[in-house]
Structure formats: structure tokens, C-alpha cells
């Protein structure tokens, strides 16, 4: 069993059950929040549902998300939720509009894709 990551109070947290679809390839009794950060918010900014989003932004600072979002999430997340998660964690228009144009012209191998 993993080592619970505590809060401020000293309390054990972990990933919150109405969170565990998205994590379907895991146990995610076994995700850490600090640990396991990058993929919790990639999960969640790009697949998840309101009330993970508003835990997501109640779980890690600004800093936090704009740090996976300079770091990882400029790179992978599709321009939509992109856009959206830049703009809730404060990053400048001028970045934003950056990353979006950078988003916009990546290569998606999803898209040209033809079923037979």
C-alpha cells in the first residue's frame, strides 16, 4: 500500500473515488497526488468532468497548474481545454495565444485517420 499524502491538517488524501474512471488502467488506490501530479492533471483538464475539474483546482496551487501547463500540458492538451486551463490558472493572454497557435498547428495522427 502506498504512503498517503497528508494535508495541511495532517490528514491522509488521496485521489477522491468520483475521480477513479479516468484512471482506468490503474489502481488508483496506488495514485499519489503529489507523486502521480502530471498525469492526474492531464487526465483531468483534458477528459474530466466538472466536479473533478473543481477539485483539481481545489487540490493543486496556480502554481502548480501553470507549471505542468508551461512544462507538459502546452504540448499535449488539445487547444480547447488548453485554452480554458491557461485562462483559470492566469496565464498571460500573450502566452495563451501562443500556446494555442502552437496547439492548433500540431500534427494530430487522429485526425487523418480513415477507417477501411
Same mark, same amino acid.
Given at each position: 500500500?502506498?504512503?498517503?499524502?497528508?494535508?495541511?491538517?495532517?490528514?491522509?488524501?488521496? @485521489?477522491?473515488?468520483?475521480?477513479?474512471?479516468?484512471?482506468?488502467?490503474?489502481?488508483?488506490?496506488?495514485?499519489?497526488?503529489? @507523486?502521480?501530479?502530471?498525469?492526474?492533471?492531464?487526465?483531468?483538464?483534458? *477528459?474530466?468532468?466538472?466536479?473533478?475539474?473543481?477539485?483539481?483546482?481545489?487540490?493543486?496551487?496556480?502554481?502548480?497548474?501553470?507549471?505542468? @501547463?508551461?512544462?507538459?500540458?502546452?504540448?499535449?492538451?488539445?487547444?480547447?481545454? @488548453?485554452?480554458?486551463?491557461?485562462?483559470?490558472?492566469?496565464?498571460?493572454?500573450?502566452?495563451?495565444?501562443?500556446?494555442?497557435?502552437?496547439?492548433?498547428?500540431?500534427?494530430?495522427?487522429? *485526425?487523418?485517420?480513415?477507417?477501411?
Amino acid at each position: 500500500m502506498r504512503k498517503k499524502t497528508r494535508n495541511s491538517s495532517g490528514n491522509s488524501v488521496g @485521489l477522491p473515488e468520483f475521480i477513479f474512471p479516468l484512471f482506468w488502467e490503474y489502481d488508483p488506490e496506488n495514485i499519489d497526488i503529489e @507523486l502521480h501530479a502530471n498525469i492526474i492533471m492531464e487526465r483531468v483538464m483534458e *477528459r474530466g468532468p466538472w466536479i473533478s475539474m473543481v477539485w483539481l483546482k481545489k487540490t493543486y496551487s496556480r502554481n502548480q497548474l501553470v507549471s505542468y @501547463l508551461e512544462k507538459r500540458g502546452n504540448r499535449i492538451l488539445s487547444p480547447r481545454e @488548453l485554452n480554458y486551463w491557461a485562462l483559470m490558472s492566469g496565464v498571460s493572454a500573450d502566452k495563451r495565444k501562443n500556446w494555442l497557435k502552437n496547439a492548433s498547428e500540431r500534427h494530430d495522427v487522429w *485526425r487523418d485517420r480513415h477507417s477501411h
